[in-house]
C-alpha cells in the first residue's frame, strides 16, 4: 500500500505542477502588471512548491525507501541520470524567482498602496516559468523511458 501511495503522491504533484508554474507565468505576463495579477502569481508559486516539495519526497523516499526497484537499478539508469539532471536544472532556475516573489511578498505586506512590481523582473520570472514546464515534461518522458527498463548500462 505505501508503493502505490507514494507512487499516487508522486503524479499527484505531477497533476498540479506544470499547471501552477504556467499559471505562475501567465499572471506575471499581464501588462500592466496589476497588485491583482501578482496575488494570482503569489497562489501559482506556492502551488508549485508545494508540488516541487511533494516531487522531492515522495521520490527520495522511492529511491531509497526500498518501495520501488534496487537503488542501484536508478543509479545505473541513463534515463534517471537525465530526469535528475533536468530537475537541477529546474531547481537551479528557481532560485532567482524564488528570491524575487520572497521579497515582493514582504515589499506588498509592508505597503500595499503604493508598492509597485519590477515588469522586467515578471517578465525574466514568466520566461523562466515556461521554460521549467517545458523541463517537467521533459522529465515525464525521462520517467516514462525509465519505468519501462530503458535507460540501463
Not at 60 to 76: A, I, P, Q, S, V
Not at 85 to 105: A, D, K, Q, Y
Not at 111 to 129: L, Y
Amino acid at each position: 500500500m505505501l508503493r502505490l501511495t507514494l507512487a499516487a503522491l508522486h503524479l499527484f504533484a505531477l497533476a498540479f505542477g506544470p499547471a501552477s508554474v504556467y499559471v505562475r507565468g501567465r499572471a506575471l505576463s499581464e501588462r500592466p502588471l496589476t497588485i491583482a495579477s501578482v496575488s494570482r502569481a503569489f497562489v501559482a508559486d506556492s502551488w508549485w512548491g508545494a508540488a516541487a516539495g511533494l516531487w522531492i519526497v515522495t521520490g527520495l523516499w522511492r529511491l531509497f525507501g526500498g518501495t520501488e526497484k534496487e537503488t542501484g537499478y536508478y543509479f545505473g539508469n541513463r534515463f534517471f541520470m537525465a530526469k535528475m539532471s533536468i530537475l537541477v536544472v529546474i531547481l537551479v532556475l528557481e532560485i532567482r524567482p524564488m528570491i524575487i516573489l520572497i521579497r515582493w511578498r514582504k515589499a506588498l505586506k509592508k505597503s500595499a498602496e503604493t508598492w509597485s512590481p519590477d515588469e522586467r523582473a515578471a517578465a525574466w520570472i514568466t520566461k523562466t516559468s515556461y521554460i521549467q514546464v517545458a523541463l517537467v515534461l521533459m522529465m515525464v518522458i525521462a520517467a516514462v523511458a525509465m519505468a519501462r527498463w530503458y535507460g540501463l548500462k
